[in-house]
């Protein structure tokens, strides 16, 4: 059959003279043969396999079937039909005794039923935010027949139905191929942030499979949901036991089994409880480097809303890394505390200076009760802010903008007396009451923890001013983290996390001693930038100067380097380098942790003005836990759990303040 087809098609033209000129057949029914002839040669279907066609050919042949065509069934299912899922939708089917089935495909468009209208009487704020889709834009039907033993599929237009209404653009706006979501999720599992996976999957799909309109509507929301759903499967481990008992439990046994120091702790008189844990190797580092210690906590890594704190310290070759964790069903300073007594037990020899924190009155008053100081024969431990936290909390506070500026400027001050100056000269131009009475009630008498008066004792001090860095490891953490995670999922992310900081520390060390120090390099080149502002040239008479880069690094700054290149005296000598290489040889970034130890008097206080202090501590950490369980409540969005909260605060508070008013 297949020769004789071929026979007729080659020998068509001079069949058709042939009997033109032998009288055999008239002139219109030549026309009518060469019609017949033509409707055959179109009727015969056309085969096509996925080496022939691009991506985008294959899209336009199943968006528009002009023609009925076949393709292998072993590709059909896996590489074309998922580039048009989104455009066609089952209307029909039947399945035959022999294996062989057909389906029939509508539009996407084809929408039979109008949407129903909205009910009234229903809240906005419990009201679904959707899009009406108008019915009956469509009506091309596609018929797909699957046949068994050829191990083909035949495509084609279904009686005859009518030519698409829409573009295949507009199929691509109402909903993503899932050729396209395969993708997504083949990117989804290297774990990328969604608006790589956005990026990587359009450059792609434009680049190399020419489908750039396939992926232009493409949005971060419907990977973020599809990322979801492929990591579902996989972490349901991370969602812990329902009972919080037995959840706290796998915890501690799961920190075990990864070599952590884990203890179990509970405050009976607050009706809290927690556990602290922590790598060995963290807990070395802490003990060396924990001359300064940065603490913060954060919240939503668990349903239980348990807090999540943690102790970060800077080591010798200049990283980042974790010294301890703690979670806290409550977040009060017994509880702190406590923790902070566990980490004292498992690193005895641990003497923490100073910590650095974002003026929490829990967490400094909980470090008073864990580290008594002088008063216990130990080591004074201070507490200091974050000057970020502070200038933030003045913005707010202080909204006169000459009253902040000084204030700013208070801060930056090196001298205890000038940086007293300021502040009284703020308060003195001050129109605001208010403000003027907020400058003196909690920054006036405590200058020591927030201005860096205080600090030019320690280089290190004077370079790490903020708790930027913990933040940091806590955003990086809430980023793998999910509020609907157990605490085991919690953890499971933490000791991640904690393995490759550990692995950070260790590369930095080994690149310590070869790499080059941009700092200085910076330094040099601000040479030239002081030379065409027309600066003169400094007159130093030693390698020893007062501008914050040295007193931070201790290394030369740009008025050494501008003194040596056009002063007459050549401090940097071989020799000053040798020194300045084998300072930091010896000890590394030790060396910056204290310069110079000047003794300041301070006035003692009484008896009075103590007791005072620590009643005035206990109502701020009070008032910030009244915030806390506040925020807790208005974060369910349940008003009616709102409105008790509130009532039950006023019921609470309203005999203390009516007596107080009387």
């Not at 030549?30 to 022939?52: D, H, V, W």
């Not at 920190?255 to 952590?260: A, D, I, T």
């Not at 890594?301 to 999540?308: C, E, F, G």
């Not at 200049?318 to 703690?326: E, K, L, T």
Request: hydrophobic share 35%; aromatic share 10%; with cysteine.
């Amino acid at each position: 059959m297949e020769n004789l087809d071929e026979t007729l098609e080659a020998n068509k033209e001079n069949l058709l003279v042939t009997a033109f000129t032998s009288g055999a057949i008239t002139n219109g029914a030549i026309k009518k043969g060469a019609i017949l002839l033509e409707k055959t040669e179109n009727s015969r279907t056309k085969f096509y396999t996925s080496s022939q066609l691009t991506p985008d050919q294959k899209r336009e042949l199943l968006f528009h079937v002009n023609q009925p065509f076949e393709v292998p069934m072993c590709e059909f299912d896996e590489e074309w039909w998922p580039l048009v899922s989104n455009i066609w939708t089952r209307y029909n089917y039947k399945n035959h005794t022999n294996g062989n089935s057909w389906k029939t495909f509508a539009c996407r468009f084809t929408k039979h039923n109008p949407s129903s209208m909205r009910k009234e009487g229903i809240p906005d704020e419990k009201r679904r935010k959707t899009k009406i889709r108008p019915a009956n834009l469509g009506f091309m039907k596609i018929k797909v027949s699957r046949f068994i033993t050829e191990k083909k599929v035949y495509i084609e237009r279904y009686q005859d139905s009518p030519d698409h209404t829409q573009t295949i653009e507009e199929s691509e706006k109402l909903k993503r191929s899932q050729f396209v979501r395969n993708l997504v999720e083949q990117e989804a599992i290297k774990n990328y942030p969604p608006p790589a996976i956005v990026n990587a999957i359009k450059e792609y799909a434009i680049e190399k499979l020419d489908l750039s309109f396939s992926v232009k509507e493409l949005r971060r929301k419907e990977v973020t949901n599809i990322k979801s759903k492929v990591y579902k499967p996989q972490n349901t481990y991370l969602t812990g036991n329902i009972n919080l008992e037995l959840d706290i439990e796998e915890s501690v046994v799961f920190f075990k089994n990864q070599e952590y120091q884990v203890e179990r702790f509970q405050i009976l008189h607050r009706s809290s409880h927690g556990f602290v844990f922590a790598h060995p190797n963290q807990l070395e580092k802490l003990r060396h480097f924990g001359w300064l210690t940065l603490i913060d906590s954060t919240h939503k890594t668990n349903k239980y809303d348990w807090r999540l704190f943690t102790l970060y310290i800077r080591d010798n070759h200049g990283c980042w890394d974790v010294g301890a964790h703690f979670f806290v069903s409550k977040e009060d300073s017994d509880t702190v505390a406590e923790a902070l007594k566990i980490i004292r037990r498992f690193v005895c020899s641990w003497k923490p200076r100073y910590f650095l924190s974002d003026q929490s009155n829990v967490e400094a008053n909980g470090i008073a009760i864990a580290f008594s100081g002088l008063s216990k024969g130990e080591q004074n431990c201070e507490v200091i802010f974050c000057t970020v936290h502070v200038m933030r909390t003045w913005m707010t506070k202080i909204y006169e903008t000459k009253v902040r500026r000084k204030i700013i400027h208070a801060l930056h001050k090196i001298t205890k007396i000038g940086c007293d100056e300021l502040i009284q000269q703020a308060i003195d131009e001050c129109q605001a009451p208010t403000v003027k009475q907020y400058i003196l009630r909690n920054y006036i008498k405590n200058t020591n923890q927030w201005a860096l008066w205080a600090r030019q004792h320690s280089p290190l001090l004077l370079q790490i001013t903020s708790t930027n860095a913990i933040k940091s490891y806590h955003s990086e953490l809430k980023r793998t983290t999910v509020s609907h995670h157990g605490l085991i999922g919690a953890c499971h992310k933490i000791i991640a996390l904690d393995a490759k900081k550990r692995s950070d520390a260790e590369y930095i060390a080994f690149e310590f001693h070869t790499k080059q120090i941009s700092v200085i390099v910076s330094e040099v080149h601000a040479v030239e930038k002081r030379i065409e502002k027309g600066k003169d040239v400094p007159v130093l008479t030693s390698l020893n100067c007062y501008c914050l880069f040295f007193r931070q690094y201790l290394l030369p700054c740009r008025h050494i380097f501008h003194n040596h290149l056009y002063g007459e005296k050549k401090l940097l000598t071989t020799n000053a380098w040798e020194q300045f290489q084998q300072m930091f040889m010896e000890s590394g970034f030790e060396v910056y942790i204290s310069r110079e130890l000047g003794e300041i008097e301070l006035p003692k206080k009484t008896e009075a003005e103590k007791a005072m202090e620590n009643r005035r501590s206990t109502i701020n950490e009070l008032i910030e836990r009244t915030r806390n369980a506040y925020w807790r409540v208005e974060e369910k969005e349940n008003a009616v759990q709102k409105s008790t909260f509130i009532e039950t605060l006023k019921a609470s508070l309203g005999s203390i303040l009516n007596a107080e008013e009387q």
